[in-house]
């Protein structure tokens, strides 16, 4: 019985209480209020507005049972001596005044609730794959960082909880849950593995902020068998090489962001790359993607290639961050093979011919997975050496050559020019078509002079119009025998030639050849 005796139950202590509560729109929020053992069988209730004109909201009789009334519950633990209220699908308009009340004959005990309600945009759907897995994200507020989080499911007007975080900031597992709480960025990651059909529900991520008040999320979640999409494809690649790998996805997340994530032990995405355009390969790195919308298709390519990073997971996630895992990815690495040490009869070959790589090409519009194994690349601080090595050696012969040349054409200009005098004390080997003449040899023996020139001769040259054999004179020099080889076509006499007169020398010794 609601009576005005407001102001003057407030003076008296432990008669009525009040307390404040946030909510968030599209949540919930769980209210409980205390009473003595004395009203064990009174009627409980909670009612909206100000005392003198509060309207109820829910109101019963019926102990340790949930009674619901549009989006209000309540349940009284007569045990416990207190009642919970929970309000579901909240609103701004559900913000304002509250009271928590026992009915009685005179003064009704009643608890004052001031509730507010924040606009939040709730994900209240959320759709997963059987055979998958599933990543659901919570905000909240950082003044609740260190409150205790829970994640319960809806069933027969109870929530049965299915997981709770501890106080450490790392993974909680339990059976196929797991939860993490990001304290410094206010973020609640419950994750579900090995999804199936049961798992469909109505489930709550609760947030408890004290005894008397808790608020909640409140999420849908959808497990399919979807015919569209393969669960896991295994391939196979040589470690540090490169793999392939297409995954279909349902027309329904055309537009949705698709991810790879590598796995690493508990965390499922311990390392991800997205793509979130159609038709347009994401920046390069370790892990490139490729959407097309059109046939529903992610392709990827996955460089240097570990035994670490052996399992890949690829999915789609909406605009709340809520991924969905579709296809899982197993690779078998296998050991890199060394090629053949080279021989030394092919090593100048294999120098210029590198071993052949096999090249990896992914057309984004066929949804074939490939591999592709790569020979290891060869040391190209020793090719480049070998090859630096081998320009050297040709250019010296090259060098070589070009000298050699030049000397036979030097010494064959010589030998063709027309008749010159020289110097003294030089000999000239003189070359002539059907004669060959050698070295003159200088025995020191006086020959013969002629009476008007102290002269003897040194060069040998042919006698332009005839078959005779000159010498010309040079000064100072005295030669004792002049030695030929025969040959079939040479003169038998010798002329000497000086510059006063013309001697002819009739008598020449030949040496046969």
Known sequence: MKIILTFTLLMIPGVVSSMRVTGYSGGGVMITCGYDEAYRGNEKYFCKGQWSTCTDQIKTEEKNKWVQKDRFSLYDDTTSGVFTVTIRDLSERDSGTHYCGTENFGLDPNTKVDLKVITDQQNRSVRGYSGGNIIINFKYEKKHKNHEKYVCKSAADQCFTVINTNRAAEWKHDRRFSVHDDRSAGLLR????????????????????????????????????????????????????????????????????????????????????????????????????????????????????????????????????????????????????????????????SSSSAASFSSVQSSPFTGVSRTSTSLPSLNTSSGSSLMVLLVLVLLVLIISGLSLLFLCKKHQSRGGDSPSQTGPGEHEVVSHTGCDYEEIKDTHKQLPTNPSSNCVYATVQKATGDSQCFITPAEDLNYAVVNFHKESDCPDSVSIRNNQDYSEYAAVSHLTA
């Open 190 to 349: 419950l994750f579900i593995r090995e999804l199936n059909e049961n798992d469909s529900g109505e489930y709550n991520i609760t947030v408890k902020v004290s005894e008397e008040y808790s608020f909640f999320s409140e999420f849908n979640l959808n497990i399919r068998d979807d015919d569209c999409c393969v669960k896991s494809i295994s391939l196979s690649a040589a470690a540090g090489g490169s793999v392939n790998i297409s995954c279909k996805y349902p027309q329904s997340h055309r537009s949705d962001v698709k991810f790879l994530c590598w796995r690493s032990g508990d965390d499922l995405c311990a390392e991800e790359t997205s793509v979130n355009q159609s038709r347009r390969w994401s920046p390069e790195g370790k892990i490139q993607l490729y959407d097309d919308r059109e046939e529903q298709l992610l392709t990827g390519s996955i460089s240097h290639v570990t035994e670490q990073h052996s399992e890949y997971w690829c999915g789609v996630q909406s605009d709340r961050g809520h991924k969905s895992f579709i296809t899982r990815v197993l690779i078998r690495v296998t050991e890199e093979s060394l090629p053949p040490p080279p021989s030394s009869s092919s090593s100048s070959s």
